[in-house]
Nanobody, 126 residues
Framework: QALLAESGGGPVQAGGSLRLSCVDS????????VGWFRQSPGKEREFVAG????????YYADSLKGRFTISRDNAKNTLYLQMNSLKAEDTAVYYC???????????????????WGQGTQVTVSS
């Protein structure tokens, strides 16, 4: 079972960068496809990026390609999200999430991920 905890959020000016981290204290991190979602006030939680348990297939929401980079370090049970050229519309609570072990394909729906962290707030000021 995945036990996820995000960190690295905070205030940042537009055009700046942040790196989010998510540590999994469960026992199957290397076998889990993991991803990032975000939720702004009044909006649905949306998929940001994912990376498969094999580690060789990162994938992104089309609107965020080129600015965000997802990566994982299985030795540290840690997932990262590097966010560059941040915009005011990137302001949201960012959540990491994990699938069941050895999930197939490239899941991106909220229901594909049964395990969630508590979220970390990112606030971009223009």
């Amino acid at each position: 079972q995945a036990l996820l905890a995000e960190s690295g959020g905070g205030p940042v000016q537009a055009g700046g960068s942040l790196r989010l981290s998510c540590v999994d204290s469960g026992r199957t991190f290397s076998d889990n496809t993991v991803g990032w979602f975000r939720q702004s006030p009044g909006k649905e939680r949306e998929f940001v990026a994912g990376i498969t348990w094999t580690g060789d297939s990162p994938y992104y929401a089309d609107s965020l390609k080129g600015r965000f980079t997802i990566s994982r370090d299985n030795a540290k049970n840690t997932l990262y999200l590097q966010m560059n050229s941040l915009k005011a519309e990137d302001t949201a609570v960012y959540y990491c999430a994990a699938t069941v072990p050895r999930a197939r394909g490239v899941p991106s729906r909220r229901n594909d991920f049964p395990y969630w962290g508590q979220g970390t707030q990112v606030t971009v000021s223009s």
